[in-house]
């Protein structure tokens, strides 16, 4: 039973673009939403995350949005670049910090020169 | 302040023998989580620790498995009579305290042969 479902898989733009990558969720006992990013060979580095008291919520180029009653959230990079290139990964816990995360099965991102 | 360091990178076992996988948290940090992640897969939750207690096992296989943080030295993730299944990428993510970001180490590749 998948609880964190994302959606696309995979998704390829152009620099400059505005990828965006949608999490939805069934539990609504979550209360904390990261976003992952991961480089090949490495671990996963928290971006941002949002807490369910907030709609929005923005950090340099990325910008978590929230739907508390539509269950989703989604991430939005602003003017990618090549460099942004990566796997991105939702996660969502109960516990309102980074116990027991359950992780979305992940958006490979390429952004093309 | 050195991140979340885990070793070996890369580790080969034959089907039946042992797999040690270590993981030192960041300074500071008394929190622990194992996960797992296989090929084209998110992060799955494994466990949880605290110095010398295991807060959360409710990811771990029931055998084979085992893991301990204890008090002097870094957490251990045992994998006894590995198979062929246990290959995967295992990270260690550390948090000074419940309800905080966690902050995940490089990972172990686990390749059993």
């Known amino acids: 039973q998948q609880q964190v479902k994302q959606s696309p898989q995979s998704l390829i733009v152009q620099k400059g673009g505005i990828p965006i990558i949608n999490c939805a969720y069934e539990?609504?006992?979550?209360?904390?939403f990261p976003w992952y990013q991961q480089f090949p060979g490495k671990g996963p580095a928290l971006l941002i995350a949002?807490?369910?008291?907030?709609s929005e919520k923005k950090e340099g180029r990325f910008t978590i949005s929230f739907n508390k009653s539509a269950k989703q959230f989604s991430l939005h990079i602003m003017d990618s670049q090549p460099g942004d290139s990566a796997t991105y990964f939702c996660?969502?816990?109960?516990?309102?910090?980074?116990?027991?995360?359950?992780f979305g099965k992940g958006t490979k991102l390429t952004v093309n020169p | 302040n050195a991140g979340v360091m885990q070793n070996p990178r890369h580790l080969v076992r034959r089907r039946g023998q042992e797999a040690r996988l270590r993981c030192s948290p960041m300074?500071?940090?008394?929190?622990v989580y194992w996960y797992r992640q296989l090929p084209e897969e998110g992060l799955k939750f494994m466990v949880y620790?605290?110095?010398?207690?295991?807060?959360?096992e409710s990811g771990m296989p029931k055998e084979r498995f085992s893991a301990e943080f204890p008090k002097e030295g870094p957490s251990i993730l045992r994998i006894q009579q590995v198979v062929r299944g246990d290959s995967a990428a295992y990270f260690c993510?550390?948090?000074?305290?419940?309800?905080?970001?966690?902050?995940f180490g490089q990972g172990t590749r686990l390749t059993v042969v």
């Open positions: 620790l605290q110095k010398e207690n295991i807060i959360d």
């Open positions: 949002i807490r369910p008291d907030v």
């Open positions: 300074k500071g940090h008394s929190h």
């Open positions: 993510a550390s948090s000074p305290k419940k309800g905080t970001e966690a902050f």
């Open positions: 539990n609504t006992a979550f209360d904390y």
């Open positions: 996660a969502a816990s109960t516990q309102g910090g980074s116990e027991k995360l359950v």
